[in-house]
Nanobody, 127 residues
Framework: LRFSCRRGGGLVQPGGSLRLSCAAS????????IGWFRQAPGKEREGVAS????????SYENSLMGRITISRDNAKNMVYLQMNKLQPEDTAIYYC????????????????????WGKGTQVTVSS
C-alpha cells in the first residue's frame, strides 16, 4: 500500500497558485472519502478540505472557501487540491488522507484513527 502526496508542493509567491496531487497504489480511492490536511510550524494539524466517495460532496474549511478546490479522478486513482491566492499563512506541510467510513472526513476533524495518511508535501508561500 502506497499513498503519497506528489507534485505541486514547493515555493510560491503570495497571490500565486498550486495544485497538489495525491496518488495511491494498492488502495482504490474511489471507495474512500478523501481529505486534505495541513500542519504549519508550531501548530496542530488542521483540516482543509474533504470529498466523499459517493456522491462527490466536498467540504471546506470556512476560512479557505473560495480559494481552494478539492477534486478526484477515480479512473487515475488520484485526488487533487487546487489552491489559489496563496498567502504566507498557508505555509505548511500538506497531507492527504483516506478513510473508508462514509462521511468520516466531512467535518475535517483530525481523528486519530483515520485509515490512511499520505506522506506530506511542503508548501511555502513567501516573497
Amino acid at each position: 500500500l502506497r499513498f503519497s502526496c506528489r507534485r505541486g508542493g514547493g515555493l510560491v509567491q503570495p497571490g500565486g497558485s498550486l495544485r497538489l496531487s495525491c496518488a495511491a497504489s494498492g488502495l482504490n480511492l474511489a471507495n474512500y472519502d478523501i481529505g486534505w490536511f495541513r500542519q504549519a510550524p508550531g501548530k496542530e494539524r488542521e483540516g482543509v478540505a474533504s470529498i466523499s466517495s459517493t456522491p462527490d460532496i466536498a467540504s471546506y474549511e470556512n476560512s479557505l472557501m473560495g480559494r481552494i478546490t478539492i477534486s478526484r479522478d477515480n479512473a487515475k486513482n488520484m485526488v487533487y487540491l487546487q489552491m489559489n491566492k496563496l498567502q504566507p499563512e498557508d505555509t505548511a506541510i500538506y497531507y492527504c488522507a483516506a478513510d473508508g467510513r462514509p462521511g468520516y472526513l466531512s467535518t475535517l476533524t483530525v481523528y486519530d484513527d483515520i485509515n490512511h495518511w499520505g506522506k506530506g508535501t511542503q508548501v511555502t508561500v513567501s516573497s
